[in-house]
Every structure is written in C-alpha cells, then in structure tokens.
C-alpha cells in the first residue's frame, strides 16, 4: 500500500485513479481492447445539505479510457487522472439519463454501458469516527456471502491498515479458476507497473 501510495504522491493522482489504471491496464491485457468503459459509484453528496442526512445518495460514473498506441503507465495514469476529474465535475448527472441521452438499448440481465466496476473503500473514514459520534452504537465486520453479482466482474479495493481486494464475478461466464489467475495477475502486473511505469504498455 505504502508503494502504492508513494507512487501516487509522486504522479500527483489519488490511490483510486492509480488503481484504476491498473485495473484498466488488465482488462487491455486480457480484452486486447484499447477502448474500455468501467463503472464506479460516487456518494453523490457534493451539496453541503446532504452532509448530515440519513440515506443512500448514490450515483454511477461511468469511466472511458482509451489506450493509445506506444503510450506508457504514465501516460495512462495522466490520462486517468483528467478523466476522472472531469467525471467527478458532472457527478450529479444522474446516470439513468445519461443511459437515456444516449439512447442505448437496454437488456434486464447486463448493464447497458459496462460490464465491469471498480469501487475503492476507504475503511479509515469509518475507523476515525469518534466514539461520542456514535454515542452507543457499536460496529463491527459482518461476514456474509453473496451468491449474486450485479455485474460481470466487479473489483472492490478495501484501504483499511492495508489494501485489500474483493473480486465477485457472474458464475455463468467465468469460473473460480479464471478469477484466481486475473487476481495473481493484477497483483504482477500492477507491482511491474509500478517499477517501471514508463514501459509501453
């Protein structure tokens, strides 16, 4: 995490925009696409009156990267950077218009513009809480599974004293044994990013 971090600093660029250059590096390598749409959700509470209020403000960004030929992690990671700050400038446009704008056809079983979400938790933020916030309520981790997944892939980073990662995936196109090999991909892929990320991609 610390080298993640390190790296991040030094390209000026969130963890999350690195992250998602890596994750966008792998869904290049394994697609051979240079054209990829992610999605990410945002807590969609810009406005200061809906900083106390209870209730889920949700919205989705969907995030297009294009890879250019003989470009590097570096470039990509620019290139992340300006795209995500200018999704976070229109975060409030919900995504249903959007989808609506663009007047795609819609399919009940698949998301109608990605098929794939990346979501960074920040652990820490419920950690710093302090105890009089929560006066008698008391929390802590809840292990559960869930048999269902919303989109094809979807990649859940978890930042707590470390980094963690959670891949949940639709069992009726990839299996157990596909998903181990993405994950101990991303893991090389993104430690080789890191060492020599002026490399073309």
Do not use: C, W
């Amino acid at each position: 995490l610390e080298e993640l971090k390190a790296f991040s600093k030094a390209q000026d660029v969130t963890l999350f925009m690195t992250l998602m250059a890596g994750i966008n590096t792998l869904l290049h390598k394994y697609s051979g696409q240079n054209d990829i749409i992610v999605g990410t959700p945002i807590a969609g509470r810009e406005h200061p009156d809906l900083e106390n209020q209870l209730g889920l403000y949700l919205n989705t960004l969907a995030i297009r990267t294009r890879f250019e030929q003989g470009g590097s992690f570096l470039d990509l990671v620019s290139a992340q950077k300006n795209t995500l700050l200018g999704a976070y400038e229109h975060q409030s446009y919900p995504f249903d218009a959007l989808v609506g704008k663009l007047n795609l056809q819609r399919d009940p079983s698949r998301s109608v513009l990605f098929d794939v979400l990346v979501v960074l938790q920040n652990q820490g933020q419920l950690n710093n809480l302090k105890g009089e916030e929560l006066r008698d309520l008391e929390m802590g981790p809840y292990e559960f599974s869930n048999a269902t997944a919303q989109f094809d892939i979807s990649f859940t980073f978890v930042e707590s004293e470390g980094l963690s990662l959670m891949v949940s995936y639709n069992t009726d196109i990839y299996d157990e044994y596909l998903i181990e090999r993405m994950f101990t991909h991303f893991e090389n892929l993104l430690t080789q990013l890191l060492k020599q990320p002026e490399n073309i991609i």
